[in-house]
């Protein structure tokens, strides 16, 4: 347990969990491949919108079916921009 006596440097302690979570930010968007959650988070959309699009075939998805994982679905983050570009 932490108590206030333990954090002696507590500015230093903040600027270092926001480095890390900028760090972690940044990774998160160099991912080129995501699953539905990570997609929706990138393209900042909600579940039914990024199903309709899709669903319409305007964001692509790639299924691993055919490699018997039926429930893994992957997005590129290219692709997902391209698509995003694409909308009027």
Do not use: C
């Not at 347990?1 to 230093?12: Q, R």
């Not at 972690?24 to 160099?30: K, S, V």
């Not at 699009?53 to 490699?67: A, G, Q």
């Amino acid at each position: 347990m932490f108590n206030s006596s333990s954090l002696t440097d507590y500015p230093a302690l903040v600027d270092a969990v926001l480095t890390i979570a900028d760090r972690l930010e940044t990774n998160d968007h160099e991912r080129h491949w995501m699953n539905k959650q990570q997609a929706q988070a990138y393209v900042n959309l909600g579940k039914q919108a990024f199903q309709k699009l899709v669903d319409d075939k305007v964001i692509p998805v790639h299924s691993l079916d055919t490699h018997g994982l039926s429930r893994l679905e992957r997005y590129n983050r290219d692709e997902l921009d391209q698509a995003m570009k694409s909308l009027p």
